[in-house]
């Protein structure tokens, strides 16, 4: 895998289209720039205050848009060091994170927000390695 750093995020603005009825969201192209292949992709619900943290995928790349709400996603390499970064109202954008990365996220918004996962990589429990949210430590609630 090498070595992976969280240097290696990307963060793409995305298109918000406001439209009479409700607005359109962009979120992936093939030509876009973080996109390697289709896997799958799926959504989760996080309330406010909420934190669902920690995991590290060994081969999946990660595509995570916020298209309602907000949230912060804390992410960790082998060096030790953390990077957050803020998406959803205010910031519709994209992350694409590579595998070898630990990563948390928090809801931030009230009563709670959507993430969508573009993964180029089916869901398969053997390629996902968790800890305990207290075995990285790291002050959620900080923004």
């Known amino acids: 895998m090498g ?4 240097d290696q995020i990307l963060v793409t603005p995305l298109k918000r289209i406001t439209t009479e009825g409700g607005d359109v969201l962009h979120a992936i192209k093939i030509s876009d720039p973080g996109f390697e292949d289709f896997g799958e992709a799926y959504f989760s619900l996080i309330e406010n205050g909420a934190i669902k943290a920690w995991k590290k ?3 999946m790349t990660l595509n995570l848009i916020v298209p ?4 912060k996603f804390v992410f960790t390499d082998n060096s030790g060091n953390f990077r957050y ?8 954008s994209r992350l694409t994170v590579p595998p070898g990365i630990w990563f948390g996220f928090e809801g931030i918004f009230s ?3 959507l993430v969508l996962n573009v993964a180029d990589f089916q869901h398969d429990s053997q390629e996902i ?11 959620w609630g900080v923004a």
């Open 129 to 139: 390695e968790r800890k305990k949210i207290d075995e990285i430590i790291y002050k």
């Open 85 to 92: 970064e803020i998406i959803g109202e205010g910031r519709y």
């Open 68 to 71: 309602i709400g907000k949230v």
């Open 3 to 6: 070595n992976i750093s969280i």
């Open 111 to 113: 009563p709670k927000s």
């Open 57 to 59: 995928h060994i081969k």
